[in-house]
């Protein structure tokens, strides 16, 4: 306890003191604090779009009736498909398929109003391009719900098809059974936390975490090197100061600026984004800070392998985009191949979003989020350590 | 053309005298689009689901036996004194399905009996895709049951998955992250070696021997090109072998487009080391110009469509867009070059307006020197 108590006194704020004039006047570093991550999140929340809209389709209508139209407007009637065009043979249909112009193209046979009239089943063929996997399937599912529910509905030629079974029941002589009948299990979606799909609020809660990171490592890899490059080291080493003293006070005012700009990052979710913050902000600050920790824990430790702040940002550059893609900010975990997904556990983004996302869009209190609120604490504490211990160890040298 | 190649052979020695940036420069792109190409995936299967079955009956039984079936979903136990809503609030399933009391008897009635999903939709993607995964194997359910009465009439799709018919997410991601890193790593090499030139002020010993700009300028790119080249060379050993690609048609277009998209992305890297004379700086600005545009503007992971009209015109600008449609074409879609010849020209053509701009860019620093 004495121990930590003299830490605190003249010395530590000093040094912090000196560190942040020197940020102060780093005009760069300032614009860096600020630009690049608003840029980011701006930039992320309006791009990173999952949602499947406006798809092209194109029908090739063999069969030139109104059944066949029916289908047609009944697949088109919703934003997830525009027609685009309609073509005289499959052969043509098929080129724009291939050269991408179309994503969808749907082929009505020549018979399809006779043997919907005459209660037979109908093949309709859907070519899907699924270049894209996920678009693909995802409309997939559309194509087929729209012919699920068309074939739910009493419609005309359904009701000529009754009156046909009823005729030729009925000749027969036996009673002729009801025939359009509402489906028998229907299924009816609830869709929680976020009923109308603002994709922004998965992806800015994501990027959060992504940018506190990665700006907080780039920043403080920037700010740790330039004393080895100056070479400034020797002089830090003449002062009284302990090397814990030294280390301290380069963290704490990163500490607190870094928490500015997550900050700031808060407020532009919360305004430009509606990201609706129903569960405790206290939390999701805990989280922001052992996310700042992480950065700067891994920024120091690069600084200290790297000669010069051109090797340090090189290296940066290839730590980041793993970090940045395993973490499931951006996609799903689970949609990671199974060997990989233990790794992205000692990834504190990844335990951020979790966090980010329980508390601010599901409402989630402490008691749910505890076990990555936790795992954050000890990756970040481990980080920090760690190159404290690695930054002292190179005042010493 | 002489002092172009002779300009050009200054720079490649001097790369390779920089091991570790040279190392790093051959190893990473590899690493990248492995890593990255392989681990992003929208399409989750096995989406952990809980069943609440409030009716027990052997029907009701065979509806969740259904979705145990289902590749799409993989069925948590439900503890009985939880709610399905504390289940999706503690993250243990991201949806659940409710069947009512009196499941059985509705449909035996021939009433509509309705089940509920609870989808927890935080992930926006996933909620849609267990909706109609839960949609198709309830439609399918139906059908089975009301197929032992009587046959229905029906409307029937028959689904053709064309170019991906396995749907495999890697078949279109590597080939994107395959751009992505052709769109970071050499303009990031052009960048240092222009900025160092600035910063070490040999840029002066440049304008006082008679090579000239442009010249300079070509011979600069094409040391970046042949760097590019052997990157390139790797990745699409990479595409061939962990992804299991092949060209799909007339291979041609994506190999005009390839050198055309190096000379862009070499160009582009030069303007920005001739911009901004400090190696650190001109290594932000590529990281934020080249991975920023490229990974979010290009339709790499979401199409481009998805992005608000006010800001899409700038991915007619971003050249990594036209190369993710000539390379995923050439692989996936084999359209050939009357599919692609316009995103061809058009690499072509932002690559001779980054060539300018370098050029100016380059006027200007002598000016300042």
Redesign the interface.
Known sequence: VRRVGRLFRGRFWALALKELRQIRRDRRLTISLIVPPMLQILLFGVALDPDVRDLRLAVVDESRTPESRELISALTENRTFRLAGSYETTEALAVALGSGRLDVGVVVPYDFARLRVRGRPVTVQVLVNAVNANTAQIAQGYVESAIAWLNQRPDRARARADAATAASVSANGHPAAPVARAPRVQLRTALLYNPGLVSAWFTVTGVLGTLITLNGSLVSAATMIREKERGTVEQLLMTPASALEVVSAKIVPLFVLLMGMTGLALIVSRLVFGVPFRGSLTVVVMACACCVLAGIGIGTFVSTFARSANQAQLVMFFINPPLAALSGAFTPIEAMPKWIQPWTQVNPVTHFAAVARNVLVKGAGLGIVYPDLLALTALAGLLVAVSAWRFRRQLSA | VRRVLAQARKDLTQMIRDR??LA?ALV?PII?IA??G??????????PIVIQDLDQTPLSRQ?ADAFRSSLTFRVVSLPTDMSP?RA????RARAALVIPEHFAR??RR????????????????????T??????I??A??RD??GAV????????????????G???G??YGPGFFVLALS?FPP?LAA?AMAREGEQQTILQVYVSSISAPEFLLGKILCGMVVGFAEWLLAMALLFTLFGLRFAGDPTPMLVGSLLYLFCAVAFGSLVGAAIPN???A??AV??GG??LGF??SGL???V????AS?RWISNLVQARYFI?VV??AF????GW???WWAVLAIGLIGLAYFGFAWLAMRRMQVRA
């Open positions: 570790l940036a790093l990473m990248l890593l990255l392989t681990s992003t995936s929208l399409t989750v299967t096995d989406i509806y809503e999706l609030a503690l993250g509705d449909v021939e009433r509509s009996a309705q089940t509920q999903l609870i989808v927890d939709a935080t992930d926006t993607n996933t909620a849609l895709l909706r109609g995964g839960a949609s198709q309830t439609r359910f139906a049951v009301a009587r046959p229905a009439v029906l409307v029937r799709t028959s689904t053709r998955l064309w170019f991906n018919p749907r495999e997410p078949k279109f970071i990031l240092l190696q650190a700086a290594v932000q990281a934020l991975f920023l979010l503007l992971i979401f199409p469509e998805n992005i608000p800001l449609v995923r074409d996936l879609q084999g359209g009357p599919a692609v």
